[in-house]
């Protein structure tokens, strides 16, 4: 057999194509990729050797199937969200070290998070890592009954059994946005809300909170909005229309942020010249030499590892104890009180803040 990438056939080489290759069993074969005790050293060789000549690899997703762990860690996220996609990357450079893979699935506007989530179960997932989840305290605590679930960016009070937070202090990224644009002059600096997304309650409160420390409190003016462009684009048309514009914008996030630019470009408004624009979550959209905007950073290598690090504890624990992580094992026992781990943000200062003209 000439070296292939297929065995008879055209189809994928099998272990029985590599014994005859080699000229050995299939067992022997299957000891060697195995990696198990009982081949020695020159036939180990001529072995790989064969399968590196027809082509062979392992199936790993079938090896996993036959035994009692998947080692997959389901991720769902949000499809349209530049820092979920931030976070996804950081996810695998976490989960890839320890021997486990993820499983993704995405929440978009006509596939929805219990869609999601029902998926990541299906593919036996063995915790769930759910990014900016909006489904009930209750829905999570009904998914850690059957497995762990670590939800990231998301403050939940208390957290509820078996479910673990990675969040950001939300507040207090709010807070440094605040501190920067009132150290370069701003007085009125109006906070674009994020409505009912995740984190939105605590960068409002860090803003108003900001806002009185600073004695601004009577100037704190809060615009109704949302976590994507068009609620940012929203907002600025509504800042537009306004008696009396601020100097500086709090956007939600991003995104919201990048609306909001979209609309002062169209409307010859100068950004920073004529108003400052912050955004939240320094997301590579943030980083684009075009928007180059001044935003909260928040530690995508921290919330990865420490939510990678969350689920491997309860499962590692749950498999040293015999829990669910075991093949015919009852419903996941491993589901002890919620841990939160909060991280602190960064202020990333780039071009789309300075004092205000004459300020």
């Known amino acids: 057999m000439s070296p292939s990438s297929?065995?008879?056939?055209?189809?994928?080489?099998?272990?029985?194509?590599?014994?005859?290759?080699a000229g050995v069993s299939v067992a022997l074969v299957?000891?060697?990729?195995?990696?198990?005790?009982?081949?020695?050293?020159?036939?180990?060789?001529?072995?790989l050797a064969a399968a590196r000549e027809i082509g062979y690899r392992p199936d790993a997703r079938a090896r996993l199937l036959r035994s009692s762990r998947s080692r997959l860690l389901g991720v769902q996220?949000?499809?349209?969200?530049?820092?979920?996609?931030?976070?996804?990357?950081?996810?695998?450079?976490?989960?890839?070290?320890?021997?486990?893979?993820?499983?993704?699935?995405?929440?978009?506007?006509?596939?929805?998070?219990?869609?999601?989530?029902e998926a990541l179960l299906a593919d036996r997932c063995e915790a769930l890592i759910l990014l900016g989840p909006r489904a009930p305290t209750a829905r999570l605590a009904e998914l850690?009954?059957?497995?762990?679930?670590?939800?990231?960016?998301?403050?939940?009070?208390?957290?509820?059994?078996?479910?673990?937070?990675?969040?950001?202090?939300?507040?207090?990224?709010?807070?440094?946005?605040v501190d920067h644009l009132v150290a370069l002059g701003h007085r009125d600096v109006a906070h674009i809300d994020g409505g009912r997304a995740p984190g939105a309650a605590e960068r409002?409160?860090?803003?108003?909170?900001?806002?009185?420390?600073?004695?601004?409190?009577?100037?704190?003016?809060?615009?109704p909005g949302g976590p994507t462009e068009e609620d940012g684009a929203a907002a600025a048309r509504a800042l537009l229309d306004a008696d009396s514009r601020p100097t500086a914008v709090l956007a939600f996030n991003d995104r919201c942020a990048t609306g909001v630019l979209d609309i002062f470009l169209r409307a010859h408004v100068s950004v920073p010249g004529d108003i400052s624009v912050v955004g939240f979550d320094?997301?590579?959209?943030?980083?684009?030499?075009?928007?180059?905007l001044?935003?909260?950073?928040?530690?995508?290598?921290r919330l990865a590892g420490e939510a990678v690090g969350r689920a491997l504890a309860r499962l590692e624990g749950d498999a040293a104890s015999g829990g669910g992580a075991s093949e015919g094992a009852g419903p996941w026992e491993g589901s002890g009180s919620g841990e939160e781990t909060v991280i602190a943000p960064r202020l990333v200062v780039r071009g789309t803040t300075a004092a205000p003209t004459g300020g």
């Open 6 to 21: 297929s065995g008879p056939g055209g189809k994928r080489p099998t272990l029985a194509d590599v014994a005859e290759r």
């Open 30 to 47: 299957s000891i060697v990729m195995r990696g198990t005790k009982g081949a020695g050293a020159a036939t180990r060789e001529r072995v």
């Open 204 to 223: 409002r409160r860090g803003y108003r909170t900001a806002m009185n420390r600073h004695g601004l409190g009577d100037r704190a003016r809060v615009l």
């Open 77 to 117: 996220f949000g499809l349209q969200e530049p820092f979920h996609a931030d976070l996804v990357e950081g996810l695998y450079a976490a989960a890839e070290p320890a021997g486990y893979q993820l499983a993704l699935s995405a929440v978009t506007p006509s596939r929805g998070e219990q869609q999601a989530v």
């Open 294 to 301: 001044t935003t909260v950073g928040q530690d995508i290598s």
């Open 282 to 292: 320094d997301s590579r959209l943030s980083r684009l030499a075009h928007i180059d």
């Open 144 to 177: 850690a009954a059957q497995v762990p679930v670590v939800s990231v960016a998301r403050r939940l009070r208390p957290p509820p059994a078996g479910v673990d937070v990675v969040r950001t202090a939300d507040d207090e990224g709010a807070r440094r946005a």
